[in-house]
């Protein structure tokens, strides 16, 4: 299991090469934030380990929006 100050380097990596991503393809963090919802709500009613699985869309959904949000208080800086 990762521990914490790994787990926070690879979500402030991941957050910040979202970030440069999007700055050349706008619009790549909603489209991604749209296609992990359409995928959360065609698999949950269809797996054994639902609520393991849901736990990670909602994690994965959370990191997207807090990248969106933070781009977005750069551009209104």
Do not use: H, W
Request: avoid cysteine.
């Amino acid at each position: 299991m990762m521990d914490d100050a790994k787990l926070g380097a690879s979500l402030y990596i991941l957050t910040g090469l979202l970030q440069r991503l999007e700055k050349t393809n706008p619009g790549l963090i909603k489209d991604m934030i749209e296609g992990v919802k359409s995928d959360q709500a065609s698999v949950l009613n269809k797996i054994p380990e639902k609520e393991k699985i849901d736990n990670i869309f909602k994690e994965t959904l959370a990191t997207l929006e807090q990248a969106n949000q933070l781009l977005a208080s750069d551009e209104n800086s």
